[in-house]
T-cell receptor, first 114, second 111 residues
Framework: DAEITQSPRHKITETGRQVTLACHQT?????MFWYRQDLGHGLRLIHY???????NKGEVSDGYSVSRSNTEDLPLTLESAASSQTSVYFC?????????????FGPGTRLLVL | DQQVKQNSPSLSVQEGRISILNCDYT??????FLWYKKYPAEGPTFLIS?????DKNEDGRFTVFLNKSAKHLSLHIVPSQPGDSAVYFC??????????FGTGTSLTVIP
């Protein structure tokens, strides 16, 4: 079955370290997204991609970067981790049917920055 | 500024009764609305959607109502079941642009 996976599921790191969160989908969706979920804020968009070599900044992109070298993967990199980046991160991919888009989410990565 | 708002952080309902979850939005350009359900330690899963050309969409026990003049949508769950206990997020988008999510409402269905 097609799916979307994230790794690691849990990560503890130290302030200042570079961290990369992996996202892999087997639906062959062109659109992929990274969100963070924080109490009181819901899901906020970090970066998104509409296809290979395409990346765009979302609402809360500072301190994060993504690259899209193939259809299946959109890794999220925290260049220099900060305590404010402690959060739960969700990757999503989407399909468009009859002109309407539905996003499908991975299981999430819980990141703790000490 | 939060363009999609869920003003009730939590809701408790007896099993078998109706659950009504509410969502308000500020951007009149939104033309597509969705509800997602999220269990602990899992990613959100798509539940139901509605286009702005409709005012109601039904799927089994779940019905979404859209009131464009009030910029308000609601999700009705009838009858509520203990397995419906989860966090529910509403989301909105326009012209195929990014989704904007609300802050979520935690629903507890009491057996």
């Amino acid at each position: 079955d097609a799916e979307i996976t994230q790794s690691p599921r849990h990560k503890i790191t130290e302030t200042g370290r570079q961290v990369t969160l992996a996202c892999h989908q087997t639906w062959n969706h062109n659109n992929m997204f990274w969100y963070r979920q924080d109490l009181g804020h819901g899901l906020r968009l970090i970066h998104y991609s509409y296809g290979v070599q395409d990346t765009n900044k979302g609402e809360v992109s500072d301190g994060y970067s993504v690259s899209r070298s193939n259809t299946e993967d959109l890794p999220l990199t925290l260049e220099s981790a900060a305590s404010s980046q402690t959060s739960v991160y969700f990757c999503a991919s989407s399909e468009v049917l009859a002109g309407k888009e539905t996003q499908y989410f991975g299981p999430g990565t819980r990141l703790l920055v000490l | 500024d939060q363009q999609v708002k869920q003003n009730s952080p939590s809701l408790s309902v007896q099993e078998g009764r109706i659950s009504i979850l509410n969502c308000d939005y500020t951007n009149s350009m939104f033309d597509y609305f969705l509800w997602y359900k999220k269990y602990p330690a899992e990613g959100p899963t798509f539940l139901i959607s509605i286009s702005s050309i409709k005012d109601k969409n039904e799927d089994g026990r779940f019905t979404v109502f859209l009131n464009k003049s009030a910029k308000h949508l609601s999700l009705h769950i009838v009858p509520s079941q203990p397995g419906d206990s989860a966090v529910y997020f509403c989301a909105a988008s326009f012209f195929g642009n990014q989704f904007y999510f609300g802050t979520g409402t935690s629903l507890t269905v009491i057996p």
